[in-house]
């Protein structure tokens, strides 16, 4: 007869460790019910096509900024004076600085990318509709303080760049009648710079992440998670239908391989490009001209439409106004508040108050679609006014004084007399480009809506 022997301590350590898992698991579903709640929540459907999991892109870009921003916090310096010595320093001395400073600015770029790409899947297949309007409104939220998000950091550095464009927006803020010069001195704290650095610091790392953190969750999971998804035709015919697959295992398998997918593909862009050199455009200097770069494609329809704006100014009781530096800032205003309201809108031109589960192909939908594609196609337009730029005069210096650094080149340099002539052809192109796209979008859609 055979005598049992003694388990070995590894195949006790593993049973003792399934047995207290298993009673801290009871013990707690007994006082906090967890497991009556869960189960659903893993049950819960979740859509298959490739278009749903553009928010999840976003989210992810997110989270890889919180994390690469919380280390570059460590070592920046919010001082006027060493603001910029600190950014080099993190590029150049600190380790793996400079990779942390590209896995933040190309975090930044695939998150405002996502959100946009995100924005237009639900706009053209009417997403925003009863009962999300809600969610619509945080995501359209989320736009604005990315972009404005986006802004603070790249000014933070303190270079050359970042400061001309704080610069410009103290000139916006200084053309505004009556109050301009008080919103200006509050926010750079007297004439410029002042303190404006430590106040973009402050309102970058604390205040508008803080609200970002409570509007994504908000959005990405309380909102979302409450309500029924949305439902391609492709899959379903009727409103109250549910398709999909499980959350676990199915959808978490692929919430995984999308996180993996944007993490690596956001290093192997800080790895390989190279952006924003600081050392390359030198410290901010009073008086000398910007860096040729090209701004962010984010930045590009702010600064496109400053550049096709005509400087006029209009003298009004001995006082000098600029409206043409208006213009640009309430475009935007316009737009932001336009997109907010946008499924009310709707709703009170079409009449249309039921609960909408199924999505529309954008043929069903012509008016909405060309709508869209003429908004796409005017600031395409106001984008196209940075690709150009005048060739600067010829200057030699004189020996007493400093050479300047080399900054990266223009996208496209031609000389004076071609860059009026191409400004004027984009002037033209912001007024009848739009209406063509619009009416040529309502045809196709039309047709495309009555063949199928």
């Known amino acids: ?37 869960l189960r659903p929540q893993l049950r819960k459907l979740f859509p298959s096509h490739w278009s749903f999991l553009l928010g999840e892109l976003a989210l992810y870009a997110f989270v890889m900024l919180v994390l690469t921003g919380t280390f570059l916090t460590l070592f920046y310096k919010p001082n006027p004076d060493v603001a910029y010595d600190s950014v080099v320093e993190i590029s150049l001395d600190v380790r793996g600085g400079l990779l942390m400073r590209q896995l933040h600015h190309w975090s930044a770029t695939v998150f ?20 999300r309007e809600v969610i619509w409104m945080l995501g359209v939220l989320l736009f604005g303080l990315a972009l404005f998000e986006s802004f603070l950091g790249v000014s933070l550095p303190a270079d050359q760049l970042g400061m001309t464009g704080l610069r410009q927006a103290q000139g916006v803020l200084s053309s505004i009648p009556l109050v301009g010069t008080y919103l200006s001195a509050f926010v750079f704290d007297g004439g410029f710079p002042g303190q404006v650095i430590p106040r973009v610091f402050v309102t970058h790392v604390l205040l508008v992440p803080g609200i970002l953190l409570a509007a994504v969750p908000l959005h990405a999971l309380v909102l979302t998670w409450r309500q029924k998804h949305t439902e391609r035709r492709a899959t379903a015919t009727a409103e109250d239908k549910v398709t999909g697959g499980p959350f676990f295992p199915y959808f978490a398998v692929k919430n995984a391989a999308t996180a993996l997918f944007t993490i690596a593909a956001i290093a192997a862009l800080a790895t390989l490009v190279r952006v924003n050199p600081v050392w390359e455009h030198g410290a901010y200097r009073p008086g000398a001209a910007p860096p040729s770069a090209q701004p962010f494609w984010y930045f590009g329809v702010l600064d496109g439409a400053q550049r096709l704006v005509p400087p006029w100014e209009v003298t009004v009781g001995g006082f000098t106004l600029q409206p043409g530096l208006w213009i ?42 060309a709508s869209g594609v003429a908004v796409i196609t005017f600031f395409t337009v106001l984008w196209a006014g940075t690709w150009v730029s005048p060739a600067p005069p010829a200057v030699r210096p004189q020996a007493s004084f400093p050479s300047e650094g080399r900054a990266p080149a223009a996208l496209l340099t031609v000389p004076a007399d071609v860059y009026e002539a191409v400004v004027l052809a984009l002037r033209i192109a912001v007024f009848v480009l739009p209406p063509l796209a619009y009416v040529l979008t309502r045809a196709v859609c039309r047709r495309r809506d009555r063949s199928t």
Not at 4 to 28: D, E
Request: proline letters at 9%.
């Open 328 to 369: 640009p800032p309430l475009i935007l205003a316009v737009f932001f508040g336009a997109l907010f309201l946008y499924p009310f809108a709707e709703r009170r031109r079409t009449g249309d108050v039921r609960v909408h589960h199924l999505l529309d192909r954008p043929a069903q939908a012509p008016g909405r679609t």
């Open 112 to 131: 405002v990318l996502a959100i946009v790409a995100h924005l237009c899947r639900v706009f053209f297949t009417g997403a925003f509709r009863r009962p």
């Open 1 to 37: 007869m055979a005598t049992p022997t003694k388990p070995k301590r590894r195949a006790r350590f593993v049973a003792g460790s399934a047995k207290t898992a298993a009673g801290t698991a009871i013990y707690l579903d007994e006082r906090l019910p967890f497991g009556r709640w």
